[in-house]
């Protein structure tokens, strides 16, 4: 197909292939950005989401802000956390870490 689209855009006289070249160009940095960019940060977003689903009464979580705490309390998006004396909500997205296993990109 895409050898198609290609012969398509060259000029039948073998001149003038500035077109093709254009082309693979932009699909070749569309390649790079999908495989260095888009592909990891979904590869991120589904582990932490994997990392929190997971999240039970008793563990040790960190939070964005760096509060370190047991999880007394898990509801459907937020958290009851026991940091020293303190007891506090936390929204279940803002937990960077979950015992020993880091949010990706933290």
Not at 13 to 27: E, R, S
Not at 42 to 51: E, F, L, Y
Not at 79 to 85: A, D, P, R, Y
């Amino acid at each position: 197909m895409t050898i198609t689209l290609l012969s398509l855009l060259a000029s039948p006289d073998g001149q003038g292939g500035g077109m093709a070249i254009f082309l693979f160009q932009i699909v070749g940095i569309g390649a790079v950005f999908y495989f260095l960019i888009i592909r990891p940060q979904s590869q991120a977003r589904k582990r932490h989401a994997t990392i929190l689903s997971a999240l039970k009464k008793g563990d040790e979580v960190t939070t964005a802000g760096g509060i370190v705490g047991k999880v007394k309390d898990v509801k459907d998006d937020q958290i009851l956390i026991e940091s020293g004396t303190a007891t506090f909500v936390q929204e279940r997205s803002r937990i960077v870490r979950v015992g020993d296993q880091v949010a990706p990109g933290q």
